[in-house]
Every structure is written in structure tokens, then in C-alpha cells.
């Protein structure tokens, strides 16, 4: 009989590779949009992030020189130039053309024929060179096509473009104003309602906590409106102007406290009951047992809903419309970048830097907090024996 094998089931790779596929889901998004967000912006335009690495193709159309310019050489009438100079370009060219049907028929060296007995050569440096017998005409000159291959550029000028941009910065520090009290008053809210309800033992607990469980389930988008009334109701009499941080914080707190409960009771409820009843019998209050032994013992739950508070107000733009406002100095984060992309929405640099900008926080908070996710999310699903 062979015992203490240390090979793996076949079970056990496959939940192996699938945790491992379900990571990579996850992370390549974010990856592409960083990856994004650093690339030139032409070249962002015309291939995948997944390119970046990897020269990129692209057809452009230029300009020779005006026909002033012209030279007369052996009998022709030529124009001559570097049509990357002229166009402000940098790279290889691999094919060109004269045609906009055929864009590419040519490869560089080649000499193409033309309507009225012109030729054109294009050089891969650029360089080009367009003869006919009868002087050039007009004062526009002749287009020439051709498909450039320019190496990977990566540049920090789509992040200065977004971060020197009027009220940013302001924007910046409104979203912070709002999302750090927005995260810490329901978490002492709910930490103490869920030791009472978790130790505590007084008529109607059980509905009270009913009615929490049913509140999970309660969309935001129905309930916005109705809390919107009751706030301004209740701030008129008491003379509280209507957009204030006042209002949106009390309204990210109702909307958060909910799951807040019913994470910290099932974790507190799951605590050792003897380490209670040793420091009731030692005369503690409940005060004290609150303070110094549940909320120490308790911070992987309080993390884990401060990452989901915090990603959840951070990210938000409905309630900070509705309670705090557009104008310039109550505007998020979130807003101003919506109407930054709404004025140059098809700058796509724009867009991929913007949103990496609005994860970058939170993802500090995310990978700070991490290790207490999995422990605060689990708690309670587990009874021990």
C-alpha cells in the first residue's frame, strides 16, 4: 500500500488551470489598457495593443513638392523631395503607389508608369522622384501613396496631455473628498451594528437582520430618487444647502451599509465566543469588548468591504451628478473625464489614458488590502465543530 503520494490528482490541475485562466481574464484587460495608454497615437489607431511590440504598417497618403519646384533635367520636367521629411513622418517605406485603388503596387526602387507618360520612384529612405516630358501645372503637387513601417513608439505624452488638462487636478482631490469618508462612515456604522447584532441580544434582532439581507438586493437606480427627496426634504428644514459632500456621503453610506452588516455579522458572529465571555467575566462593557477585541480581531472583514466601498465610490458618476453636481469645483474625477472625452472622445490616447488614470488608485488600494479579501469574504461560510 503506498500512502502519503505526493502527486497531484487530475481534479487538482484542473482547478489549477482554470483559477489560472480565470486570472489571466482578469488581468489582460488592464494590461492591454496600460500597454495602450503608452503607445503613439498613429500607431495606436491602426493596430492592437498586442502589437505593440512588433513594427506596425500603415498606408498613408502624402505630397511631392508644388510644381514651382520643378527641375528640368534631360528632357523631363521633374519633381523631387522626401516625402517622410514633407509629411512629418518617421520609418521604412515597404510598398507604394499612385493609384488610391492601389496603394501598395509597387515595391520601392520600382519605377511606376503613370497617365501621360510620368514615372514615379519611390526609395525606401522616402526619397522620390516624378518626371513627365510637358511642364508641371497647377499648384497643388501630385499625391503619392505609400505603406510605412515605423517601429514601436512609446511615449508619457497622452498621461501629460490628461493631467495638464484645466481642473483636473481639483477634480482629483473632490473624488478623494468624497471616496475616503464615503468609505471609513459605513464601516464604523456597520461594526458597530454588527457586533449588536451579532452578541447583542434584544427584541427584534432577527427582523433587523431580515430586513438588511433583504436590502442587498435593492438597486441603487430605484432608490436614488426617493433618497434624493427625503434628503433635500429634510435639509430644508434644516436649513442644509442641497449640494453639499454632506449629501453624498450620507447617501454612499446608506447605499453601502447593507453589504457592510452582513459581512462584518457573519465574521464577528464566527469570533471564539470564549474570548467574550472571559472578558465579560473579567468586567469588560461591551464598549470594551468592541474596541479592544472584536475591531482587532475583525480587520480582514473591514478590509475587504473597504476595497469594495472604495472601487465602488471611486467609480461612480450617477450619485455624484445627482447629489453633488457639475460644476467646476464639485466635479469628480469620473466627471471631468467624461467631459474631457466628450469634446475629443475619438482620441483614443485620450480614452485609454484617462481610464488608466482612474484605476491606478484603486488598484493601489486593492493590492494593499488583498491578503485580507479571501479571509474577510469567507467568513462565516465555515461553522467549526
Same mark, same amino acid.
Given at each position: 500500500?503506498?500512502s502519503?503520494?505526493? $502527486?497531484k490528482?487530475?481534479?487538482?490541475?484542473v482547478?489549477?488551470?482554470?483559477?489560472?485562466?480565470?486570472?489571466l481574464?482578469?488581468?489582460?484587460p488592464?494590461i492591454? &489598457?496600460?500597454?495602450?495608454?503608452?503607445?503613439d497615437k +498613429?500607431?495606436?489607431?491602426?493596430?492592437?495593443?498586442?502589437?505593440?511590440?512588433?513594427?506596425s504598417e500603415?498606408n %498613408?497618403?502624402g505630397?511631392?513638392v508644388?510644381?514651382?519646384?520643378?527641375v528640368?533635367?534631360?528632357g523631363?520636367?521633374? &519633381?523631387q523631395?522626401?516625402v517622410?521629411?514633407? +509629411?512629418?513622418?518617421?520609418?521604412?517605406?515597404?510598398a507604394?503607389?499612385?493609384?488610391?485603388?492601389?496603394p !501598395? @503596387?509597387f515595391?520601392?526602387?520600382?519605377?511606376?508608369d503613370?497617365?501621360? +507618360?510620368r514615372?514615379?520612384?519611390?526609395?525606401? +529612405?522616402?526619397?522620390?522622384?516624378?518626371?513627365?516630358?510637358?511642364?508641371?501645372?497647377?499648384?497643388?503637387?501630385?499625391?503619392?501613396?505609400?505603406t510605412?513601417?515605423?517601429?514601436?513608439?512609446?511615449?508619457?505624452? =497622452?498621461?501629460r496631455? %490628461? /493631467?495638464?488638462?484645466?481642473?483636473?487636478?481639483?477634480?482629483?482631490?473632490?473624488? *478623494? $473628498? %468624497?471616496?475616503?469618508p464615503?468609505?471609513?462612515i459605513p464601516?464604523?456604522?456597520?461594526?458597530f451594528?454588527?457586533? !449588536? *447584532?451579532?452578541?447583542?441580544?434584544?427584541?427584534?434582532? @432577527?427582523?433587523l437582520i431580515?430586513v438588511?439581507?433583504?436590502?442587498l438586493?435593492?438597486?441603487?437606480?430605484?432608490?436614488?430618487?426617493? /433618497? *434624493?427627496r427625503l434628503?433635500?426634504?429634510? #435639509?430644508?428644514?434644516f436649513?442644509?444647502?442641497?449640494k453639499?459632500? &454632506?449629501?453624498?456621503?450620507?447617501?454612499? $453610506?446608506g447605499?453601502?451599509?447593507?453589504?457592510?452588516?452582513y &459581512?462584518l455579522? =457573519?465574521y464577528?458572529?464566527?469570533?471564539?465566543?470564549?474570548?467574550?465571555e472571559?472578558?465579560? %467575566?473579567?468586567?469588560?462593557?461591551?464598549?470594551?469588548?468592541?474596541?479592544k477585541?472584536?475591531?482587532p480581531?475583525?480587520?480582514p472583514? /473591514? @478590509?475587504?468591504f473597504?476595497i469594495?466601498?472604495?472601487?465602488w465610490?471611486?467609480?461612480d458618476?450617477l450619485?455624484?451628478?445627482?447629489?453633488?453636481g457639475n460644476?467646476?469645483?464639485?466635479l469628480? /474625477?469620473?466627471?471631468?473625464?467624461r467631459?474631457?472625452?466628450?469634446?475629443?472622445? #475619438?482620441?483614443?490616447?485620450?480614452?485609454?489614458?484617462?481610464a488608466?488614470?482612474?484605476?491606478?488608485?484603486?488598484?493601489?488600494?486593492?493590492?494593499t *488590502?488583498q491578503?485580507y479579501?479571501?479571509?474577510?469574504?469567507?467568513?462565516?461560510?465555515?461553522?467549526g465543530?
Amino acid at each position: 500500500m503506498i500512502s502519503g503520494s505526493k $502527486t497531484k490528482s487530475p481534479l487538482m490541475w484542473v482547478v489549477h488551470l482554470s483559477v489560472l485562466m480565470l486570472v489571466l481574464l482578469w488581468t489582460l484587460p488592464t494590461i492591454g &489598457l496600460f500597454v495602450s495608454s503608452i503607445r503613439d497615437k +498613429d500607431q495606436l489607431a491602426v493596430s492592437g495593443w498586442w502589437t505593440a511590440l512588433f513594427s506596425s504598417e500603415q498606408n %498613408v497618403i502624402g505630397r511631392s513638392v508644388d510644381p514651382e519646384d520643378q527641375v528640368f533635367k534631360d528632357g523631363l520636367y521633374v &519633381l523631387q523631395g522626401n516625402v517622410l521629411e514633407q +509629411d512629418g513622418n518617421s520609418g521604412t517605406i515597404k510598398a507604394f503607389g499612385w493609384r488610391a485603388q492601389e496603394p !501598395a @503596387a509597387f515595391k520601392v526602387g520600382e519605377t511606376a508608369d503613370m497617365r501621360r +507618360d510620368r514615372k514615379m520612384t519611390v526609395e525606401s +529612405d522616402g526619397s522620390y522622384t516624378i518626371t513627365q516630358p510637358e511642364e508641371w501645372t497647377g499648384k497643388r503637387g501630385k499625391r503619392i501613396f505609400y505603406t510605412i513601417e515605423t517601429p514601436p513608439i512609446f511615449t508619457l505624452d =497622452n498621461y501629460r496631455e %490628461v /493631467l495638464t488638462a484645466e481642473g483636473i487636478g481639483q477634480s482629483f482631490v473632490n473624488s *478623494l $473628498t %468624497v471616496t475616503i469618508p464615503s468609505t471609513v462612515i459605513p464601516i464604523l456604522i456597520a461594526a458597530f451594528a454588527s457586533y !449588536a *447584532l451579532a452578541w447583542m441580544h434584544f427584541p427584534g434582532r @432577527a427582523v433587523l437582520i431580515a430586513v438588511v439581507v433583504g436590502l442587498l438586493v435593492v438597486p441603487l437606480q430605484m432608490s436614488l430618487i426617493p /433618497l *434624493l427627496r427625503l434628503y433635500n426634504g429634510v #435639509g430644508s428644514f434644516f436649513g442644509v444647502p442641497a449640494k453639499t459632500y &454632506l449629501g453624498i456621503w450620507l447617501a454612499h $453610506t446608506g447605499f453601502g451599509l447593507p453589504l457592510a452588516v452582513y &459581512l462584518l455579522r =457573519n465574521y464577528i458572529s464566527e469570533l471564539p465566543r470564549e474570548i467574550i465571555e472571559s472578558a465579560r %467575566v473579567d468586567g469588560a462593557s461591551h464598549f470594551d469588548i468592541f474596541v479592544k477585541i472584536i475591531l482587532p480581531l475583525s480587520f480582514p472583514a /473591514l @478590509a475587504s468591504f473597504a476595497i469594495f466601498q472604495f472601487l465602488w465610490v471611486w467609480n461612480d458618476l450617477l450619485v455624484a451628478m445627482v447629489f453633488l453636481g457639475n460644476t467646476e469645483d464639485q466635479l469628480v /474625477l469620473t466627471g471631468r473625464l467624461r467631459e474631457m472625452l466628450g469634446s475629443r472622445g #475619438g482620441n483614443w490616447e485620450i480614452l485609454t489614458a484617462s481610464a488608466f488614470i482612474t484605476i491606478i488608485v484603486p488598484l493601489g488600494v486593492f493590492f494593499t *488590502l488583498q491578503r485580507y479579501l479571501v479571509r474577510g469574504l469567507l467568513a462565516g461560510s465555515v461553522k467549526g465543530g
